[in-house]
T-cell receptor, first 111, second 115 residues
Framework: SQQGEEDPQALSIQEGENATMNCSYK?????LQWYRQNSGRGLVHLIL?????REKHSGRLRVTLDTSKKSSSLLITASRAADTASYFC???????????FGAGTTVTVRA | ETGVTQTPRHLVMGMTNKKSLKCEQH?????MYWYKQSAKKPLELMFV???????ENNSVPSRFSPECPNSSHLFLHLHTLQPEDSALYLC??????????????FGPGTRLTVL
């Protein structure tokens, strides 16, 4: 099955700055989800965006989806030290119930 | 944390040992999953259960044996493991099968080290 691929692999920013990471995928999807994982812990769901949606917001998070380019972006505004984590995109293909995860983007927010 | 608990949190075992990982969800969900997370690799889906029935075995070696006695509990029985099986094993649940516009809820994981 296909996977989302996140870019960049790692990102280091100053507290208060914005962080942007991208996800690309290969085939048609039903939805795309973003998850956060703090070091060595379980994943926490952030946002789900459906294939017929282009943008969603949740607090300081903004997700876009461009199905023509098969890509999504996650923007974290006004970053905080607590945002330090790995971020994963997961795609759900059309007609399939499984989620395929990428290898993640590691974000470090410096105080 | 998120309604999905896993025990133990850490496990060290020899290659000849037999151990079990336990997952319990308190969310009333019908689908449960086992994932393997190795360093710098994407999460690997191992098994999927929906209403206690296994719907997915992602070519997992037989030294990993899942068990789902009811919709709230999921086990992963381990025997004759290899050092390359060392990883973080994550359990997740969802109201139904993920992909149908639902999110998955993850447990904190079991860090497994095989010596």
């Amino acid at each position: 099955s296909q996977q989302g691929e996140e870019d960049p692999q790692a990102l280091s920013i100053q507290e208060g700055e914005n962080a942007t990471m991208n996800c690309s995928y290969k085939t048609s999807i039903n939805n795309l989800q973003w998850y956060r994982q703090n070091s060595g812990r379980g994943l926490v769901h952030l946002i789900l965006i459906r294939s017929n949606e282009r943008e969603k917001h949740s607090g300081r998070l903004r997700v876009t989806l461009d199905t023509s380019k098969k890509s999504s972006s996650l923007l974290i505004t006004a970053s905080r030290a607590a945002d330090t984590a790995s971020y994963f995109c997961a795609t759900a293909e059309a007609n399939d119930y499984k989620l395929s995860f990428g290898a993640g983007t590691t974000v470090t927010v410096r105080a | 944390e998120t309604g999905v608990t896993q025990t133990p949190r850490h496990l060290v075992m020899g290659m000849t040992n037999k151990k079990s990982l336990k997952c319990e969800q308190h969310l009333g969900h019908n689908a449960m999953y086992w994932y393997k997370q190795s360093a710098k690799k994407p999460l690997e889906l191992m098994f999927v259960y929906n209403f206690k029935e296994q719907t997915e075995n992602n070519s997992v070696p037989s030294r990993f044996s899942p068990e789902c006695p009811n919709s709230s509990h999921l086990f992963l029985h381990l025997h004759t493991l290899q050092p390359e099986d060392s990883a973080l094993y994550l359990c997740a649940s969802s109201p139904g099968l993920a992909g149908l516009s639902v999110e998955q809820f993850f447990g904190p994981g079991t860090r497994l080290t095989v010596l």
